[in-house]
């Protein structure tokens, strides 16, 4: 299965756009980019996610690179309440939807 | 509703005690998961059950067996488990075993520890 990397950590200033990038440049055709957020104390729960195009919800943007081979998850006024863990996840359909967790950012956001 | 529901919310039991946590949820989902997450690691996938069948075990101990009595419900029953054993078990559910373009939910987790 196609893997994800993520950097450990990031910081960002509340009120402040923030940029989280994934790389995956082991992702096929048939990858769904997913991104999931985990709160302190809670379980994680579907940010959003894409195939080919960018994507935008209500809680955040999904930028995925020409290639594939990169994304980002776009928050854009990050807020106290964003402090989390995010994973990037590959979902294949042959494979099915184990949804295997790498180990994720954590985004600290300083008021 | 959309809401997964587990319970307990914490447990600690010993080594030589027989628990079970439980997980429900009432979207109509067809593929439930457990996942165990230590302290400060993402979440690893422990079984995958696709319409009430187990799908997936990812080399689980035979302490840890899980079951699914219908489409709503997932258990997962304990017996004999080891101080390591202790973490955050969690569980989701979402459309289709197949269907990778849809969300999952995932439960707030049971808090598990062995004395």
């Known amino acids: 299965d196609a893997k994800t990397t993520q950097p450990n950590s990031m910081e960002s200033n509340e009120e402040e756009p923030v940029h989280l990038p994934c790389n995956h440049s082991t992702i096929s055709g048939t990858d769904y980019i997913h991104w999931y957020r985990q709160l302190p104390s809670q379980g994680p729960e579907y940010v959003i996610h894409?195939?080919?195009s960018n994507v935008n919800n209500r809680m955040a943007s999904l930028a995925i690179a020409e290639d594939r081979k990169s994304s980002t998850l776009i928050l854009h006024r990050a807020t106290l309440r964003d402090a989390a863990v995010y994973y990037c996840i590959l979902r294949d359909a042959p494979l099915g939807n184990q949804f295997y967790f790498g180990t994720g950012t954590s985004l600290t956001v300083i008021p | 509703d959309t809401e997964v529901t587990q319970t307990p919310k914490h447990l600690v039991m010993g080594m030589t005690n027989k628990k079970s946590l439980k997980c429900e949820q009432h979207m109509g989902h067809r593929a439930m998961y457990w996942y165990k997450q230590k302290a400060k690691k993402p979440p690893e996938l422990m079984f995958v059950?696709?319409?009430?069948?187990?799908?997936i075990n990812e080399s689980v101990p035979s302490r840890f067996s899980p079951e699914c009595p219908n489409s709503s419900l997932l258990n997962l029953h304990l017996h004999a488990l080891q101080p390591e054993d202790s973490a955050l078990y969690l569980c989701?559910?979402?459309?289709?075993?197949?269907?990778?373009?849809?969300?999952?939910?995932f439960g707030q987790g049971t808090r598990l520890t062995v004395v």
């Open positions: 894409g195939l080919t």
């Open positions: 989701a559910s979402s459309q289709e075993f197949s269907r990778v373009n849809t969300e999952a939910f």
């Open positions: 059950y696709s319409y009430e069948k187990l799908s």
